[in-house]
């Protein structure tokens, strides 16, 4: 893999923090929170190469989504950060749920628990988050704007490679439509974000999207911040 200019180790993951910090709504942009195994994936002549979240190589635990990402990504080079996760085939009439509903309502208890779909399911996708490096250019001071509005552009997507939706408020809709694919969770990023291999960002938030925790665009995670607390 790639490492950031001045360093020698392979690129890890930039984390979202948890801290309780308020926002402006139009300042950020709010994402599902996919769960899965976060992967970088370096792709350049033709090929493509993996590490996790620790920056070690994976190639081997990964090879369809080292086989798919090369013909899917519109660059001599690049750097994608993101998750390989089962949630892109869960949901609402999803094949996995309709067969633990079968299970369900074939089990002789009929007080037995209902399997759980993620575990029915045996697809994965590779869900892109974010760009990292673009043709040898580290993109880490770019904005988070920036840098997703050069990622919609770069990844031709399918079942098994997607790039995250991104939203602004108003959120209700899409917080109601995620919690039906089964989301509980969403992370907000400030559209002036850098990117910092390997640290915990505070512009990048993990959030509930439950409707209790989600009262209002001003107050959006907690009931009982202040104002001032609400930064842009």
Known sequence: MSAEPGGGEPLRPQQASTSRV????????????WVGDRL??????????LTDAAGHAVDDFYRDLAALLPGS???EEAVLDGVWTVQPFLGPGSAAERWADTMA?????????????AELETR????VVDLVELDGQFLGDVPYQERRRLLT??????????????????????????????FDRGVAKHV??????????????????????????????????RKKDITD
């Not at 308020?22 to 929170?33: C, D, F, H, L, M």
């Not at 994936?41 to 033709?46: D, K």
Request: with cysteine; hydrophobic share 35%.
């Open 22 to 33: 308020g926002i402006n709504s139009p300042n950020w942009s709010v994402e599902p929170y």
């Open 40 to 49: 970088m994936a370096r792709v350049a002549g033709g090929r493509a190469s």
């Open 73 to 75: 990504v519109d660059a």
């Open 105 to 117: 309502s074939a089990a002789p208890d009929p007080e037995a628990a209902r399997p759980n779909p």
């Open 124 to 127: 994965r996708a590779f869900v």
């Open 153 to 182: 552009g770069l990844v031709t997507e399918s079942d098994r490679l997607r790039v995250t939706p991104a939203v602004r408020t108003p959120l209700g809709s899409w917080f109601h439509a995620w919690r039906e694919n089964g």
């Open 192 to 225: 002036n974000s850098r990117y910092r291999p390997g640290t915990t960002c505070a512009d990048w938030i993990v959030i509930s999207i439950q409707p209790e925790r989600t009262p209002g665009v001003q107050r959006l995670f907690w009931k009982d911040r």
